[in-house]
């Protein structure tokens, strides 16, 4: 895979994760942070939540043929690492990043924009994402679809032999 390609699959993230929270914490908030107990947890979900992006973002490029980004999608079902306990662990990952951020800087307004961008997408994944994918990949993603949860990891990783 190019280098633009993958370059460029990180320019939602960015805005998601930098662009928006900036421009949130610029007009509304004064840049303050407020006590060593938000900056350390916020930085501690900061790091966890930019682990599980990059994680997801290195299987989308290496096992399936695509990125994270909507206009290079994958060209294979994922269905390894953190995508065995849940099928959206990247979203989890920005979720978790952008809660960090609300901690870090005891932003209200950047929580509000956590819960639209979490809103936001779990629309999505339910209308348009979830459908896209049964058209792509067919019966492999409805049985791994069946098989693993949406956002919660529910038990042990699924084991889904798309062989039978």
């Not at 994270?68 to 959206?88: E, H, I, S």
């Not at 629309?123 to 949406?150: C, D, H, M």
Request: aromatic share 14%.
């Amino acid at each position: 895979m190019s280098p633009w390609k993958i370059t460029r699959s990180f320019i939602l993230p960015l805005v998601v994760l930098v662009v928006v929270p900036w421009a949130i914490h610029t007009w509304f908030d004064p840049l303050l942070i407020r006590n060593i107990s938000s900056v350390v947890l916020g930085m501690l979900l900061i790091l966890i939540g930019m682990s599980f992006l990059a994680w997801t973002n290195a299987l989308f490029v290496a096992y399936g043929q695509g990125t994270l980004a909507p206009w290079d999608p994958t060209q294979k079902l994922v269905v390894m690492g953190p995508y065995r306990f849940v099928r959206n662990p990247m979203i989890i990952g920005v979720i978790t990043v952008l809660l960090g951020e609300t901690i870090l800087f005891t932003s209200f307004h950047l929580l509000t924009w956590t819960v639209l961008f979490a809103l936001i997408n779990h629309s999505w994944l339910i209308f348009w994402e979830e459908r896209q994918l049964t058209e792509q990949f067919g019966e492999a993603y409805l049985k791994y679809k069946n098989a693993v949860p949406r956002w919660i990891p529910i038990g042990e990783a699924a084991e889904i032999d798309f062989n039978d």
